[in-house]
């Protein structure tokens, strides 16, 4: 971490992540239920059997903080393993990450992991565009440990849009687990097709996230609520773009005693081995 102006970084990070988090958490100031749950959560504590972050943004894409200080804090949290999923987003704004640049974070993942005990495990939030194919060629894929797959466009065709593209997702060898489901494709279309989609990801071996993101909560309810019964594989995601978001593993502590723990892949040792058995 010496090569970085460290006070005058810290500064900037912080200043940038008070901004962020302004904006992404006044739907749960405005919300007295989900503040009283997101103070329950955070009583209940960090999920002790947690022992990874499968969703997190450095800024290498929209994240604030560099690669290392999450590496830092998965250490402080007593992490095996986080997964760096930063955003491809390849032609749909100024955030983004190019095959040529997801080349380059894996060589500087490989440089840092030689500074920790911790897995970085090398993933990516990968895009689906509008025609159905991936930002990255299978063969850039294939370089990756992890892909999360993510239906942020619908494209401006709505609903049913997203959610050809959620089956595209869930029908696609590389990608391991689908973040936040209802992005897009909403609690009443996801309901109505929710045994189809649960097959498929079965079929699949696919793993949906239970997002820990506070302004994602109703949706993580919605999606607890639905698959508690379904036994199909899930993860817990931080979808942490600052190191201080991290800590919103507790978040989880809310579903734990409603979900099954053999279905979670942070509960394991390689989450990886866990999502393609
Ligand atoms: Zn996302
Ligand atoms: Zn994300």
Redesign the pocket.
């Known amino acids: 971490m010496e090569e970085f102006s460290r006070k005058k970084l810290v500064e900037e990070c912080e200043t940038m992540f008070l901004k962020r988090i302004l904006i992404r958490f006044s739907k749960v100031y405005d919300d007295p239920e989900l503040r009283r749950k997101i103070s329950v959560a955070l009583d209940k504590g960090f999920p002790k059997n947690a022992k990874g972050d499968l969703h997190i943004h450095t800024n290498w894409s929209d994240g604030t903080y560099p690669l290392e200080f999450y590496v830092r804090k998965a250490e402080e949290l007593g992490y095996k393993y986080l997964a760096i999923t930063d955003?491809s987003l390849v032609n749909k704004g100024t955030v983004q990450m190019d095959a040529q640049k997801f080349l380059k974070q894996l060589k500087y993942i490989e440089k840092v992991q030689k500074s920790t005990p911790v897995k970085i495990i090398k993933g990516v939030?990968m895009d689906i565009n509008e025609n159905g194919e991936l930002d990255y060629s299978a063969e850039i894929m294939e370089k990756a440990d992890f892909i999360l797959g993510?239906v942020?466009f619908d494209y401006g065709k709505g609903e049913e849009k997203a959610l050809e593209l959620l089956k595209i997702l869930l029908e696609n060898e590389y990608v391991k687990v689908i973040?936040?489901p209802l992005?897009k494709v909403g609690k009443d279309l996801f309901g109505s097709h929710l045994d189809e989609i649960v097959e498929i990801a079965k079929r699949n071996k696919k793993a949906f996230e239970i997002s820990l993101v506070p302004d994602r909560m109703r949706e993580s309810e919605f999606l607890v609520e639905k698959l508690r019964d379904k036994s199909v594989k899930l993860s817990l995601g931080t979808?942490s773009h600052s190191v201080k978001q991290m800590e919103l593993m507790s978040v989880a502590s809310l579903w734990l005693d409603r979900l099954n723990a053999n279905l979670i892949a942070n509960f394991y040792d390689d989450p990886l081995a866990f999502l393609k058995s």
């Open positions: 955003h939030e993510a942020h973040a936040h992005n979808d």
